[in-house]
């Protein structure tokens, strides 16, 4: 399978719809601006929680634990790789369905040691990304990149996306707290995550941020409606708080932060989801625990069988919004990297 193939399985639907509904949004983004010249970064390095993981074998919780995970997988829903026969070898095909940093990745060629999409001797990406972290983490993550790298550069492209488990966590203490007091938790940690995203750019790298979807509208959000009717309206109002915070906070020069409206466009998307051939945007798509071990079937051909996935009876690749509880799946990831990528070009880097 080529790459342009690789990038587009299952997923032009998407990337039509996300283009359509993106424009819009990216232009009014923070940063606005005229581009100056093309920005081309030499190296992407991927900060931020398990939604930006690429898995090259086992992975490890930052809370404590091991995750298993196959070479390749993504807490999304996976593509089992075939031979040219069209037969399941048994392994995943990390290039299809890519989660929206790969999508990033892609635009630029550049892949990662995770899943070296163009063979480079040393990948010029680089995933610091961990499973459970939170906006706490991300300064760890980043000494790490540093030390590594040496410092920042004006060509690199840093890339954000966390504060899922920070929200959660505040969650976690309603009722005791109430309902202001966990919303004002949520919006001081989005407050913390840009002033830790303007202390990156001020290093040197270009900063790509992306806001949260709404944690109201996941799977694990509809269900606390379940424990009483106005939580998912507190998970998102908790989520708002934290974008607000976020964005109230980031340095808006234009040329060192772009900003991807996530939560704009996937609320859309939970609004309107027939109009874009989604037959459910509020349960999971995968039936194993979490996604990093979900799987899409193989087609299978006249002369090798199909092989199923993961999935649960009724879901595609395409058609559920979310792969898990609180995962989203290839479409969703597909629509932020498509948001990213008009960010990257258009921001003047």
Request: aromatic share 6%.
């Amino acid at each position: 399978m080529t790459v342009g193939k690789a990038c587009v399985r299952g997923l032009s639907r998407a990337l039509r719809v996300s283009m359509l509904v993106g424009l819009g949004a990216v232009l009014s983004a923070c940063g606005g601006g005229d581009r100056v010249s093309n920005f081309s970064p030499q190296r992407l390095i991927v900060f931020g929680d398990s939604s930006s993981v690429v898995a090259g074998g086992n992975l490890t919780d930052v809370n404590g634990g091991t995750v298993t995970a196959a070479a390749g997988a993504k807490f999304s829903v996976n593509a089992q790789a075939v031979d040219s026969t069209g037969a399941a070898t048994g392994a995943l095909d990390c290039n299809s369905y890519p989660i929206w940093v790969q999508a990033l990745g892609f635009h630029y060629g550049i892949g990662f040691a995770e899943c070296n999409t163009f063979t480079e001797t040393t990948p010029r990406g680089k995933i610091y990304a961990q499973v459970g972290a939170a906006v706490a983490d991300l300064s760890a993550q980043v000494a790490l990149a540093r030390a590594d790298a040496g410092g920042f550069r004006s060509t690199d492209l840093a890339t954000v996306m966390i504060g899922q488990q920070d929200i959660l966590d505040a969650y976690a203490q309603y009722p005791t707290k109430t309902g202001a007091e966990v919303i004002a938790l949520a919006e001081a940690a989005g407050e913390t995550l840009g002033r830790n995203i303007n202390a990156l750019a001020q290093e040197g790298a270009r900063v790509l941020v992306t806001t949260l979807p709404f944690q109201g509208s996941t799977p694990f959000g509809v269900a606390q409606d379940l424990i009483s009717g106005e939580r998912s309206t507190l998970l998102t109002d908790m989520t708002k708080r934290f974008n607000a915070g976020m964005r109230a906070t980031l340095l808006n020069d234009g040329r060192l932060i772009g900003l991807v409206q996530a939560d704009a466009q996937i609320n859309l998307l939970v609004n309107n989801p027939s109009n874009y051939g989604y037959v459910s945007v509020s349960a999971a798509a995968c039936s194993t625990p979490t996604a990093i071990s979900c799987t899409a079937p193989t087609a299978g051909t006249t002369t090798v069988p199909s092989v199923p996935g993961t999935l649960v009876t009724g879901a595609t690749v395409s058609n559920y919004l979310w792969a898990d509880d609180r995962h989203l799946g290839a479409n969703g990831q597909s629509i932020i990297g498509s948001l990213a990528i008009d960010r990257a070009v258009n921001n003047p880097f």
